[in-house]
Every structure is written in C-alpha cells, then in structure tokens.
C-alpha cells in the first residue's frame, strides 16, 4: 500500500494565558494510505477535528510533520507551493449551513476554488464545471441559482461535497459530515462519498465521535484520547479484537444488530468524565478512567507501538 500522508509525531498547542496552554494534539503519528477511508474516532474535546485541520494546513503544527506524497506540507512553502497543497486538501464540514455563505448563490461558492486556482477556461466552461458537480452530488443545474438556506441538511452536505470536488482534491478531511444529519439522510451522504471515492481514487480522513459511525465506511481507524492517539488497527482487526482499553469501552458501547449477542455481552462503562487538556493526567492519559489502569501508568507515559503486523497501540498491557 502506498502512503499518501505520513503524520510524525505531531502537535497543535493552543496557549490560553501565560501559565497555560491546551495540548489539543499532543504527539501523534500514524499514516494514510492512497485511496483509504481513515476513520478518526474519539470524544468530543479529544483533539481530532484540530488533528484534521492541523494535517491539512489550516491550523499551522506546534510540532511535528505531515508529508503529503512525501513533501512536509509544514515546512516554510511559497505562496505557489501552498496553493497547490491548499488545492489538493479539501474539507467537508459537520455544519454544512455554517460553512455556506448565504449570500452566495449555490454555484458561485461551488466555484469558489474553481475561480482561486483558475480552473475554468471560459465563463461558459465555469458553469458547465458547476453544473457537472451538481450532477454528481445529485443534483441539478437549477439548484445552482439558489441560496443555501432553500435547501435541507442532507442537500447542504451535498453542496458542501461538490464544493470540495470541484478543484479535484486527492484528499479529502470530513469533519463530522453526517453527525448533524437525520439518521435516514446519513447513509445517502456516505454512499455518495463512497462512490465518489472510487470515481475519483480519493483519500479520506473521516472523522466521527463514535465507532459505530465509521465501521462500514472505514478502511483504517484511529481511536484518540485526550490528543493521543491510543489504537490504529484495520476496521476488521479492531471492531474483531481491540487491543485498548479505551477502544474496548467504545466498543462495548456499539449495538450488534444479533439481538442475541446484544442480550448477553458484557459492557464496559468508563466511569468519569474527560480529563481537562489543559492539565491532562500524567503517565497514561486514560489511567484516570482505566478499568486496568497499573502502578506504571501514572508515571510513564505507553510507548506508542505497533503490536502486530498494522495494529498499533499505546498501553503498558502490551509491553513485555
Ligand atoms: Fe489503562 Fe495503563 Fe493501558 Fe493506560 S497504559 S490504557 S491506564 S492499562
Ligand atoms: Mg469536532
């Protein structure tokens, strides 16, 4: 498998006074695959959509690297260079109505990007562009005339998708894209991205706050815990065997549609809230929570390791 993004050991810290300073992302490092749906999981407050937005650039890193096609997309660019990143990462929001401006018509912001990165060669060539991506998304050349507010959540998303396709992005981060929407209009946006994804040999970072909702579109997760990453396997290997406590909490959370199973398992409550990350715990960052937390995980923080063939974790169970 091809690497399309490696992140190394990156962070994002956001200084909040002079004595404190939130670690929203604290050190994580895993890759994305060409072509893969990486599903990022956790609760909200743990980090991810900062993670999302600091691979894609929005958010410079306080450390760390992002390689996109092996090129440090952190590393000083010139305004050229940044543009063309700025083209081929493209963002899908949770709150498609707060991320369309309603002042626009549907096919100007569609065009948006067309327009920055001049993609069209004609005007005629602009709204053909536009009208082909309401295609696509399912909709029509009439939907181009509108305002976003004639629209409802599910046809926002989709917007909101077409926009983000039209400058031809290799990867894509969604941020939340169905959370917001009716479970009926959910698995529509999901089909589309996957259909899109194979048209379009397109990479995704999606992310979510729970399992359930990435298990059928995910190639990949990762589970992140108060800016850590603490498990990345394939879905297969993790929803089969989660090796982290925190992942098997989240995990037993997770209906199964055999009612017989459902009856009989066992689940885990995780006791407490989040810890603040502004102060996290020492050692191990889930040790306040942890049904197995040990001695060793109030003082050393687990080594982040993979424990078997694509299968990382970050927990002192599994050091020998
Ligand atoms: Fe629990 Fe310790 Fe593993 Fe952390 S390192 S998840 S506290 S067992
Ligand atoms: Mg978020």
Same mark, same amino acid.
């Given at each position: 498998?091809?690497k399309l993004?490696?992140?190394?050991?990156?962070?994002?810290?956001?200084?909040?006074?002079?004595?404190?300073?939130?670690k929203?992302?604290d050190?994580?490092?895993f890759?994305?695959?060409?072509?893969?749906?990486f599903?990022?999981?956790g609760e909200?407050?743990?980090?991810?959509?900062?993670?999302?937005?600091?691979?894609?650039?929005?958010?410079?890193?306080?450390?760390?690297e992002?390689d996109?096609n092996?090129?440090?997309?952190?590393a000083k660019?010139s305004?050229?260079?940044l543009?063309?990143?700025?083209?081929?990462m493209?963002?899908?929001?949770?709150?498609?109505?707060?991320s369309?401006?309603?002042?626009?018509?549907?096919k100007?912001?569609i065009?948006?990007?067309?327009d920055?990165?001049?993609?069209?060669?004609?005007?005629d060539?602009?709204l053909?562009k536009?009208?082909?991506?309401?295609e696509?998304?399912?909709?029509?050349?009439?939907?181009?005339?509108?305002?976003?507010h004639?629209?409802?959540?599910?046809?926002r998303?989709?917007?909101?998708?077409?926009?983000?396709?039209?400058?031809s992005p290799?990867?894509?981060?969604?941020?939340?894209?169905?959370?917001?929407?009716?479970?009926?209009i959910q698995?529509q946006?999901?089909n589309?991205m996957?259909?899109?994804?194979?048209?379009?040999?397109?990479?995704?970072?999606?992310?979510?706050h729970d399992l359930s909702?990435?298990?059928h579109?995910?190639?990949?997760v990762?589970?992140?815990y108060?800016g850590k990453?603490a498990?990345?396997?394939?879905?297969d290997d993790?929803?089969?065997?989660?090796?982290?406590?925190y992942?098997?909490?989240?995990?037993?959370?997770?209906?199964?549609?055999? %009612?017989e199973v459902? *009856?009989?398992r066992?689940?885990?409550?995780i006791?407490? +809230?989040v810890?603040?990350? =502004? #102060? /996290? %715990?020492?050692?191990c *960052?889930f040790?306040?929570r942890?049904?197995?937390?040990? +001695?060793i995980?109030?003082? =050393? #923080? /687990?080594?982040w390791k993979?424990?078997?063939?694509?299968?990382?974790?970050?927990c002192h169970?599994?050091?020998e």
């Amino acid at each position: 498998k091809e690497k399309l993004l490696e992140i190394k050991d990156l962070k994002k810290h956001f200084k909040l006074s002079r004595k404190q300073t939130l670690k929203a992302v604290d050190g994580i490092s895993f890759d994305i695959y060409k072509g893969e749906t990486f599903g990022l999981v956790g609760e909200s407050g743990c980090g991810k959509s900062t993670a999302g937005r600091t691979i894609m650039r929005l958010y410079e890193a306080t450390e760390g690297e992002v390689d996109f096609n092996g090129d440090n997309v952190h590393a000083k660019k010139s305004a050229k260079e940044l543009k063309s990143f700025n083209r081929n990462m493209q963002m899908i929001f949770q709150d498609p109505y707060a991320s369309l401006n309603p002042r626009m018509t549907v096919k100007d912001i569609i065009a948006e990007g067309i327009d920055i990165h001049g993609l069209a060669s004609s005007k005629d060539d602009r709204l053909n562009k536009v009208h082909a991506l309401l295609e696509i998304v399912g909709l029509n050349k009439e939907h181009g005339n509108r305002y976003p507010h004639e629209f409802s959540g599910g046809q926002r998303q989709r917007i909101g998708i077409a926009r983000a396709l039209a400058v031809s992005p290799q990867f894509i981060v969604a941020d939340e894209p169905i959370s917001a929407l009716d479970v009926s209009i959910q698995a529509q946006v999901v089909n589309i991205m996957k259909r899109l994804q194979k048209e379009r040999e397109l990479t995704y970072l999606f992310i979510a706050h729970d399992l359930s909702m990435v298990k059928h579109i995910s190639d990949r997760v990762g589970v992140m815990y108060l800016g850590k990453m603490a498990e990345v396997a394939t879905s297969d290997d993790l929803y089969a065997e989660p090796l982290h406590p925190y992942t098997q909490a989240l995990l037993s959370a997770v209906p199964i549609s055999d %009612p017989e199973v459902e *009856r009989t398992r066992e689940r885990i409550i995780i006791e407490g +809230d989040v810890p603040s990350p =502004v #102060s /996290p %715990p020492s050692g191990c *960052r889930f040790r306040t929570r942890c049904p197995h937390a040990m +001695d060793i995980c109030a003082n =050393v #923080s /687990p080594e982040w390791k993979e424990h078997k063939k694509d299968h990382w974790v970050a927990c002192h169970l599994y050091n020998e």
